[in-house]
């Protein structure tokens, strides 16, 4: 099956600091790239949809000047968290479709857990 | 706006019983209906995926069945394992995007 690769798996950073995360459909184009964000004990919400060759759009309530998103190409998505704080802390997963692959099936990356100390 | 609920939030079986997860989503025009499975810190695993025109789907000791007009999903595991211990949520996908499921904790007891 497609397989998404989300790097990296966990990072810690300091306060202030930014830090990118990536996320890579390593056998298929995606059209369309999701980045989800899991509080504890919480269900996934979705923060931003990046469709290929547009901007991203945001779901309301999420800063997307601290959450930037750049949807390089087809196999490529980045999500940059610019001035991490503690409250950024998260597990952020980033999920890929593609309609060219002739269904409407979801392919996640493994997660990153960001820890903001 | 589709909303997802995914009933019981929490679920404690022994080991060997058969059980059924819930989802219940109020808009039925939807394209597919997926189930996940969740591990703590870990991504998503997909486990079945159904398609608005299907009424169910199986893999190994997973059913998923779909009632779109009634806006409804279950996901049937039998003779339940403890590895099988994890959080099960169910996604919808209406177009562009994915509601999820709150999910359920699934514990099997040893």
């Known amino acids: 099956g497609a397989v998404v690769s989300q790097h990296p798996s966990w990072v810690i950073c300091k306060s202030g600091t930014s830090v990118k995360i990536e996320c890579r459909s390593l056998?298929?184009?995606?059209?369309?790239m999701f980045w989800y964000r899991q509080f504890p004990k919480q269900s996934l919400m979705l923060m931003a949809t990046?469709?290929?060759?547009?901007?991203?759009?945001?779901e309301q309530g999420v800063e997307k000047d601290k959450f930037l998103i750049n949807h390089a190409s087809l196999t490529l998505s980045t999500l940059t968290v610019t001035s991490a704080h503690p409250e950024d802390s998260s597990f952020y997963i980033c999920?890929?479709?593609?309609?060219?692959?002739?269904?409407?099936?979801?392919?996640f990356g493994q997660g990153t857990r960001l820890t903001v100390v | 706006k589709q909303e997802v609920t995914q009933i019981p939030a929490a679920l404690s079986v022994p080991e060997g019983e058969n059980l059924v997860l819930n989802c219940s989503f109020t808009?039925?025009?939807?394209?597919?209906l997926q189930w996940f499975r969740q591990d703590p810190g870990k991504g998503l695993t997909s486990l079945l995926l159904?398609?608005?025109?299907?009424r169910e789907q199986t893999s190994g000791r997973l059913n998923a069945s779909l009632d779109k007009s009634s806006g409804r999903s279950t996901l049937y595991i039998a003779a339940s394992q403890p590895g099988d211990s994890a959080t099960y949520l169910c996604?919808?996908?209406?177009?562009?995007?994915?509601?999820f499921g709150t999910g359920t904790s699934l514990t099997v007891i040893p």
């Open positions: 996604a919808v996908h209406t177009g562009n995007q994915f509601y």
């Open positions: 990046s469709n290929e060759g547009s901007k991203a759009t945001y």
């Open positions: 808009d039925s025009a939807i394209y597919n």
């Open positions: 056998d298929f184009q995606a059209t369309t």
């Open positions: 159904i398609q608005s025109s299907q």
């Open positions: 999920s890929a479709y593609s309609s060219r692959q002739g269904g409407t099936e979801a392919f």
